[in-house]
């Protein structure tokens, strides 16, 4: 069983950054794909960067420049760098791992408010 907690959310004015932190509780080498997903108010949830187990990145366009996914493995940790924030940015930020034996975990979300 994994466990996942996010933290580093909040209040932002645009154009501010915020970082992210998603602690597991096992090790990460078994994470074969970790993602950021994020839930707009009103909105269904989407997927706005991924990191493979081999550092692979991937970030959905409207993220593309300003946001930075890394992974920590001494601290067992997936982070979410974001930067030049937006009002649009504005939703419940989730992190999500798939593990070696294809199980998906989510953690409790975080909410990333930005003000214009």
């Known amino acids: 069983q994994v466990q996942l907690v996010e933290s580093g959310g909040g209040s932002v004015q645009a154009g501010g950054s915020l970082r992210l932190s998603c602690a597991a509780s096992?090790?990460?080498?078994?994470?074969?794909?970790m993602g950021w997903y994020r839930q707009p108010p009103g909105k269904q949830r989407e997927l706005i960067a991924s990191i493979t187990s081999d550092g692979s990145t991937n970030y959905r366009d409207s993220v593309k420049g300003r946001f930075a996914i890394s992974r920590d493995n001494a601290k067992n940790t997936i982070d979410l760098q974001m930067n030049r924030l937006k009002p649009e940015d504005t939703a419940v930020y989730y992190c999500?791992?798939?593990?070696?034996?294809?199980?998906?975990?989510w953690g409790q979300g975080t909410q990333v408010t930005v003000s214009s």
């Open positions: 096992g090790s990460i080498f078994s994470f074969i794909l």
């Open positions: 999500n791992v798939r593990t070696n034996t294809n199980y998906y975990y």
